[in-house]
């Protein structure tokens, strides 16, 4: 499954790379973001690491990583990431996803309209269950997922509530218009 640009009206997903950090280390710099999901913000060697790896992928052919980097169309400006872990099963494709979006730009429905976009993205490739894992107290998050069309189960995984969706009738993303913000060529793959 070949990850490109995926468009939505104010939002341009660019597929990571590596070089990527020097721009997100800022976005992803305040403790606050981890307040549900623990740990602390990378520095910038470890953020580099963290997205080479992520770029270098899983090496099985079962198990895809896909990610983006979330930017304003209108000024390029990167406001978060989001990502795809497709596995294979039985019957077809799974996949469990995650975003953030730096707290600097909270609030403004980004998250949501990036998280429908991947999920649109997901659907016209097939993928059959969406699945997100959410710290029960983080009702940013799941207010996110809902509009992403997952919905709350009863199952948990490390506290985390896990909500589930099916892509057939989820909203499909938008194509992205020709070149990338601010005019500049796209960095689809």
């Not at 721009?23 to 981890?34: I, N």
């Not at 309209?113 to 940013?140: N, S």
């Not at 997922?145 to 506290?159: H, I, K, W």
């Not at 993303?173 to 500049?184: D, F, L």
């Amino acid at each position: 499954m070949d990850e490109g640009t995926i468009g939505t009206e104010r939002l341009l997903l660019t597929p990571l790379g590596a070089g990527d950090a020097d721009e997100l280390v800022g976005v992803l710099a305040d403790p606050g973001l981890h307040e549900f999901i623990g740990g602390r913000p990378a520095t910038l060697e470890e953020l580099r690491a963290r997205f080479a790896a992520m770029t270098a992928g899983s090496g099985s052919p079962d198990e895809l990583w896909r990610n983006w980097v979330v930017r304003r169309r209108a000024d390029g400006q990167a406001v978060g990431t989001v990502q795809a872990t497709l596995s294979r099963r039985q019957g077809g494709w799974s996949a469990e996803v995650a975003w953030v979006v730096g707290l600097a730009h909270q609030g403004q429905g980004y998250a949501a309209e990036a998280a429908r976009a991947l999920v649109g993205w997901l659907a016209e490739r097939d993928v059959g269950e969406v699945v997100a894992h959410i710290h029960p107290g983080h009702a940013a998050s799941a207010r996110v997922a809902e509009r992403a069309g997952l919905q709350p189960t009863d199952d948990r995984v490390d506290g985390e509530v896990v909500w589930r969706g099916v892509t057939g009738g989820l909203v499909r993303a938008r194509r992205p218009r020709r070149g990338g913000p601010g005019g500049r060529p796209g960095r689809g793959r």
